[in-house]
């Protein structure tokens, strides 16, 4: 005989709810004065989902699953993918052509602000390339000798005393 702890793994994952026909019957057992344990125990229910069923009965009338909140979203799970291939095709497309793209591929019309809203989601983030200093042979023949006489310098020449003063090492 299984109890009802070793059976709930097998029978309901975590995310899955239960369905209308299974709220049903715990509500009329809450009406018929029966306690959440005893509710528990004879529909096989955990605890916790026996009494957030009863909560929701109580403030809101009914046991129905209600719409989520808040605005639905722009971009499909398809669009997000489209959107992605693109980007890592070729990163260096604008927010306004890959728009025209989605536009011309999924039908979706979408603002270059969205774009880029749903590209800092997924981690793709526009920068800037460093500027790297092109060291000419007219710049490195300059500076050869600079660096060649500093060579054997300590921390105490290199940096002012006022830096060494407020940096402990």
Not at 32 to 52: F, K, Q
Not at 87 to 108: F, H, M, P
Not at 142 to 155: D, G
Request: hydrophobic share 30%.
């Amino acid at each position: 005989m299984q109890t009802a702890s070793t059976n709930i793994g097998e029978r309901m994952g975590r995310s899955q709810e239960l369905s209308d026909s299974k709220r049903g019957p715990v509500i009329g057992c809450h009406l018929c004065n029966m306690s959440i344990r005893d509710i528990s125990w004879l529909l096989n229910i955990p605890r916790s989902t026996v009494s957030g069923i009863i909560t929701k009965w109580k403030q809101l009338g009914t046991t129905a699953t209600q719409p989520p909140s808040g605005r639905p979203r722009h971009m499909t799970g398809r669009g997000q993918r489209i959107l992605k291939r693109t980007v890592r095709r070729s990163c260096q497309l604008s927010a306004e052509s890959i728009a025209k793209d989605l536009q011309t591929w999924c039908g979706l019309q979408m603002s270059p602000t969205t774009v880029r809203r749903e590209l800092h989601g997924m981690g793709f983030h526009g920068r800037a390339a460093a500027s790297k200093p092109s060291i000419t042979k007219c710049n490195a023949k300059r500076w050869m000798p600079w660096c060649k006489a500093r060579r054997h310098w300590t921390l105490e020449q290199y940096l002012p005393d006022c830096i060494l003063q407020s940096v402990k090492f």
